[in-house]
């Protein structure tokens, strides 16, 4: 529809605006390029695109473009380009962001809920009940609720009124002013946008792709195929096809003309249905290609059945275990347990979606702008896959909003826009939409765990896994393995299977298979320890080797609420409260060639690296490993390109440990070199001494310009775990990090909701580099684990084998008024080999919060969830029962 | 006058706040020319009318209604815990008593259904869910209107432009037609909402069976308001939600409390809220959800604080 000439007041300006776009989203970003506001649901649910109309929050996705006519419109730019509301100081102040996607959305909704208050409250701090129903309408997927919290309270109490110090994140002030561009924010020249074309099939043979129409269609420049030489599709929303034009409406209109002639093969859709349903991979090649959700070692090999693949067995004397729990069950021995449990399938939804923005030259250079984990291993992959030289090819990100594992590989965005970039001859970007990020963007794959466990009490005598994941046509669920690593080294067999299915594939995702194994195993723990009478924490305690793990059962031990928790489903109220606990443990990644390169620049420093930061904090580890070794001095952190040296994915809790050696070793290097410059006989923290006295690093700085050293990672006193073996340049270290959680549940048995009210996670993750960000890391694990715990699902529909939830409404993430209480404990010994003396802790602590949680819920109740999530009917099903 | 004539000749989908309509642009259910209402005049008041009741005009947004109708606690107290902050701002009570379903297979362009046109109701054979607990018609998806549904339990009756007013139980109908979301003609438009007085010393209460604590679609809803004179229940009305294709209100429920002791035994009337239902094969679970929002509203109702066991504030 054509707005016609509108007269808009656009952060204090008064402007006529002439443009066509529908929404008022549209017209500031694509429209007015004030990219500040982001786009990301689409549906008013997440409120990334809030901006004031008139000085009031309102979602600019669903507001007509037409409303803006006569109106004042402020966007996150308006604000200032310095931080100046007293809320963004706040923000910056209390770390209410990691990625900082959603932050421009929060910081327009919060200031004006903070301007008001303090208008009609003045002096008093708002509770966390009116803050969070103020906020109720935004959503952050890092779970960065906490600090976002503690910052609107503390600004409408009047403590930032005045600029405060440094923040503890080094870019927040360009998140907060909406000024970090992210892919999705980057336009050049001569752009054109890139869609996608996706199966109307669940399984079915492509017998033609006609671009012809499209291509002749206004605007379009470049139509591509993306199917792979079988010419099949496996699952309804797959790639064929991608068309670029010369905006996202042509583009569209192009979309809906390329016409494709399906030949239809029977779905196999139910997992529970697979054997006798249709085949999915029907020879060895196309099982070879089958998409892995796997993190790390790749899936052990195994063999096919159909559509069964495994069992991937580990054992430690495996038939021994199974003959022990088949007598056991067979004399209803008290100390044995069997019981099913399973867990639906996550998806990651990060929120900037993925995003590709390609420019291949007719000079043969690829510049690739990507919402990627991975510029350094995306670099190498589009080299090898368009065959090029990698000093051809640079990637760029920026900012990341988010990834939480789906966006390690090279994903269709990547194909579809370097693809069209060639065939068109410029630049094209491709973005993924909600419904096809929630499609095939990511989910981590459901399982059903089939759990057997034996005890004599002091130990774990004998356990059985078998798990049966479930995610579409991709593998490598491997949950049953994780049983090696852990509660003895009693006979056990483990026994991982996957069954494929003609819907779409899952990735890796926060922990793989940890958190599903955890739901299993640690109820598992759990029950018996409830059976026999006793303290969870003390069994555990007994049964478990980990040394630091012990530390952390005694802090949580001593915990207050655990002390006083009282025995199981004591309650009579409606509101039944309960405590649970869980630990879990986790494998020690690290980029082994990461390096660091530090030069003195105008007097500061300035350190690269080819990391990327999707919210975890890569530049302020950076900034701070430098930092300690130059007292007083400012340092930069160029990251996010593919031309730096080395960097590691971030990935597999891998990013910490491999950079922050790297940039320690890179400030020593250049230390040394400066304190030889100068003439010094010793170098330290604050400076060069030097006959005449110590001579300080900013001083020393200043005659120094251009010096330049690179720092390499190095590796852990008595090397790797494999010490052969770098995958991708992956290596396994030694030992494993652990954490356990105390959570506390109110279940309201009337009407079935869960609530989490508390979370205690203690993590043995060694030194922590940053304090504050690595708590805002770890209280967002808590918070997907409360999604995956309690909301999160995604389902299909059982006869087209289409995504049903593909949107946020129908998709839930926790929001704001699910965030509990969460204490982070960190103990920070038991690293000593590492360089550094810390390790990552992104999944660790996220793997155990889903199980910590049927704990409490059983503990308030005495009904055991053994089905994720704990749904509201299920609950009332259960405690029915 | 002539702006309502001049809008309802002009081709094109109807459009107030535009929640709801942006939403489906996107998802492809609404693809023709639009009309913007906004500029119509005298729609955005709530005004007393000369009977001691309020006009609402169709413009009025629902954080107008929630803010301003204090004298209407239990309809205030729904608008208060719909959608979001943002939305509320902007959406208006016309667009909520008229807006489409939220059924997911509706709001997914990949199928075809009754309501988008189609035959039949993938629902049924798909996931069904978060469908109705009475199977009444070709569609199972609930109506979204939780104004809709507290609006029933008034008398309330609505103004069209167009056309006559009517209640607002014939705006939505029975329930039996799965082709659309209310009964408004093509041309018709929805101008207002007439309420009449509140009762004497009435009270009210809202509550939605939800898995998250706030801006989340309810599995079920309720919304009771009652009076108390003189040691009786003088009047006392239920309306509920994500029941049925339309909103309901309980008369049955309302007939075992009227006249009885507000000490009396709610929960048996409560249990009335299902009687006759006619649950999905994955709706079941409803029946009793459904009874428990309405024991909890009517306790709610009749005990005053909005508190729950623990003490603190209900959302």
Redesign the interface.
Same mark, same amino acid.
């Given at each position: 529809?054509k707005v016609g000439a509108m007269k808009v007041e656009i952060n204090g300006e008064s402007r006529e605006i002439d443009d066509d776009a529908?929404?008022a989203v549209e017209l500031i970003r694509d429209g007015l390029g004030l990219t500040g506001t982001k786009l990301v649901c689409?549906?008013?649910?997440c409120?990334a695109c809030?901006v004031h109309?008139d000085g009031?929050?309102?979602?600019s996705? $669903?507001?007509?473009a037409?409303?803006l006519d006569g109106h004042a419109l402020t966007t996150v730019e308006g604000l200032g380009s310095t931080p100046e509301h007293p809320f963004q100081r706040a923000m910056m102040a209390h770390d209410g962001l990691q990625c900082g996607f959603c932050t421009p959305g929060f910081v327009m909704?919060g200031s004006a809920f903070h301007d008001r208050w303090r208008a009609e409250n003045p002096g008093a701090r708002p509770d966390r009940?009116q803050v969070?129903?103020?906020l109720?309408?935004h959503l952050c997927r890092c779970g960065a609720y906490e600090g976002i919290i503690a910052a609107l309270q503390g600004a409408c109490a009047g403590e930032f009124d005045e600029p405060a110090g440094a923040p503890p994140r080094v870019e927040a002030a360009a998140k907060v002013t909406g000024s970090a561009r992210y892919t999705v924010d980057v336009t050049v020249p001569g752009m054109l946008h890139g869609l996608i074309v996706r199966s109307?099939r669940a399984h079915a043979r492509v017998d033609r792709v006609d671009l012809v129409a499209a291509l002749a269609a206004p605007g379009v420049s470049a139509a591509v195929d993306l199917l792979g030489e079988d010419r099949t599709v496996r699952y309804?929303g797959q790639p064929i096809a991608a068309i670029a034009a010369s905006t996202p409406a042509t583009a569209r209109a192009a979309l809906a003309v390329v016409a494709v002639g399906y030949t239809d093969l029977p779905a196999a859709l139910d997992v529970t249905g697979a054997e006798g349903a249709p085949v999915v991979y029907t020879d060895k090649a196309q099982r070879k290609a089958a998409p892995s959700s796997a993190e790390g070692p790749p899936p052990l090999p195994t063999w096919w059945d159909g559509n069964v693949r495994g069992p991937a067995t580990i054992s430690l004397r495996g038939r021994r275990a199974v003959r022990m729990l088949d007598a056991a069950a067979e004399r209803a021995d008290p100390g044995y347990l069997a019981a099913t449990f399973r867990t639906a399938a996550q998806a990651h939804t990060a929120l900037e979606p993925h995003a590709t923005l390609a420019d291949w030259r007719a000079d043969g250079t690829l510049t690739l702008h990507a919402s990627t984990q991975a510029v350094a291993h995306l670099r190498d992959a589009v080299a090898a896959r368009w065959k090029l030289d990698a000093r051809q090819v640079h990637v760029v990100a920026e900012h990341v909003g988010g990834g939480f594992g789906a966006k390690t590989a090279m994903t269709t965005d990547t194909v579809a826009a370097v693809e069209l970039s060639r065939a068109a001859g410029a630049p094209v970007r491709v973005v993924l939409d909600r419904a096809e990020e929630l499609i095939d963007g990511g989910s981590r794959p459901g399982t059903r765990t089939e759990l057997r466990m034996l005890t004599d009490g002091d130990r774990l005598t004998a356990l059985a896994l078998d798990t049966y994941g479930d995610g579409g046509v991709s593998i490598g669920s491997q949950v049953a393995a994780l049983g090696a690593f852990g509660y003895g080294r009693g006979p056990r067999r483990l026994r991982d299977f996957d069954v494929v299915t003609n819907i779409a594939p899952s990735c890796p995702f926060r922990g793989p298979g940890g958190a599903p194994f955890a739901w299993a195993v640690e109820q598992g723990v759990d029950e018996l320890a409830h059976r026999r009478g006793e303290d969870p924490i003390a069994l555990r305690r007994r049964w478990d080797g980990n040394r630091k793990r012990h530390a952390l059962y005694d802090t949580a031990s001593a915990l207050p609420r655990w002390r006083n928790r009282g025995p199981a489903a004591s309650g009579t109220? +409606?509101?039944r409260r309960g405590v649970g606990v869980a630990a879990a443990n986790w494998f020690y990644f690290l980029d082994g060639d990461t390096r660091v390169a530090l030069t003195v620049r105008g007097g500061r420093l300035l350190a690269r690296c080819a990391v990327q930061d999707m919210g975890t904090g890569s530049r302020t580890v950076i900034a701070t490993a430098v930092g300690e070794q130059f007292a007083g001095v400012d340092v930069d952190v160029e990251i996010g390109n593919s031309d730096g040296p080395h960097g590691p994915m971030s990935g597999g809790s891998r990013t910490t440990p491999s950079i922050a050696p790297a940039a320690v070793a890179a400030a020593r290097l250049l230390r040394e070199q400066l304190r030889q410059r100068v003439g010094g006989t010793a170098a330290g923290a604050d400076g060069v001494r030097t006959a005449s006295g110590v001579r300080a690093w900013p001083e020393v700085l200043t005659t120094c310009e251009g010096a330049l050293v690179t720092g390499e990672r190095g590796r852990d006193r008595g090397g790797f775990l494999v010490p052969f073996l770098s995958m991708d340049h992956m290596r396994i270290g030694r030992g494993m990090s652990g954490s356990v959680q105390v959570t506390e549940v #109110?279940v309201d048995t009337? $009407? *079935?909701?869960t +609530?989490v009210l508390r979370v205690w996670s203690g993590l043995a993750v060694g030194r922590i580099w940053v304090p504050r960000l690595a708590r805002n890391q770890a209280e967002g694990s808590v918070i997907q684990g409360v999604g995956f715990a309690?909301?999160e699902q995604r389902?299909?529909?059982?006869?087209?084998g289409?995504i $049903?939830?593909?949107?946020l409404?129908?998709y839930?993430i926790?929001?704001? *008024?699910?965030t509990p209480e969460i204490d982070v404990h960190f103990y920070e010994q038991g690293w000593e080999h590492v360089p550094g003396g810390g390790i990552g802790l992104g999944e660790v602590a996220t793997i155990a919060v889903a199980a910590s949680v049927g704990n409490a819920v059983h503990h308030a109740t005495g009904w055991r969830p053994t089905e994720l999530?704990i +749904?509201?009917?299920r609950v $009332? #099903?259960g405690l029915?029962r | 006058m002539t702006a309502f004539i001049t809008a309802a000749a002009t081709i094109g989908e109807f459009r107030a706040g535009g929640t709801d309509l942006s939403e489906r642009r996107r998802s492809g259910r609404s693809t023709g020319p639009l009309v913007d209402l906004t500029g119509l005049p005298g729609l955005a008041e709530i005004t007393p009318t000369p009977d001691g009741g309020v006009r609402i005009g169709a413009l009025v947004t629902v954080e107008q209604m929630a803010r301003d109708l204090s004298g209407y606690p239990a309809l205030a107290a729904t608008a208060a815990a719909l959608a979001t902050p943002e939305i509320r701002a902007v959406a208006t009570v016309g667009g909520n008593l008229l807006q489409h379903t939220r059924c997911t297979y509706y709001r997914n362009p990949a199928f075809s259904c009754v309501k988008s046109g189609g035959d039949g109701c993938p629902a049924r054979t798909g996931v069904a869910h978060h469908g109705v607990a009475d199977d009444r018609g070709p569609c199972v998806a609930p109506h979204p209107s939780s104004i809709g549904m507290a609006l029933l339990t008034y008398d309330a009756v609505v103004e069209v432009s167009g056309g006559p007013a009517r209640t607002v139980a014939a705006l939505f109908g029975d329930g039996s037609d799965g082709t659309r979301d209310h009964q408004l003609g093509d041309r018709e438009i929805l101008t207002a909402i007439v309420l009449p007085p509140p009762l004497p010393g009435e009270r009210g209460a809202y509550e939605r069976a939800t898995s998250r604590r706030f801006a989340e679609w309810p599995l079920v809803e309720a919304v009771a308001r009652i009076s108390v004179t003189e040691g009786r229940i003088t009047t006392v009305r239920v309306g509920v939600g994500g029941v049925a294709p339309v909103p309901l209100r309980l008369v049955g429920v309302e007939s075992l409390l009227l006249d009885g002791a507000p000490d009396g035994p709610l929960a048996a009337a409560a249990a009335a809220a299902t009687d006759g239902l006619r649950p999905l094969p994955h709706t079941a679970y409803k029946l009793p959800l459904l009874r428990a929002v309405v024991l909890d509203v009517l306790h709610r109702a009749l005990t005053g604080p909005d508190q729950d066991a623990a003490g603190a504030p209900r959302p």
């Open positions: 529809m529908e929404t689409g549906g008013g649910v409120g809030t109309l009031r929050p309102v979602a996705c $669903l507001l007509p037409t409303a909704a009940e969070t129903a103020a109720s309408g109307q309804h109220g +409606r509101f #109110e009337l $009407l *079935g909701m +609530r309690l909301y389902l299909h529909d059982p006869n087209t289409e $049903l939830t593909s949107n409404e129908d839930r926790p929001g704001i *008024g699910d999530p +749904r509201p009917d $009332l #099903e029915a | -």
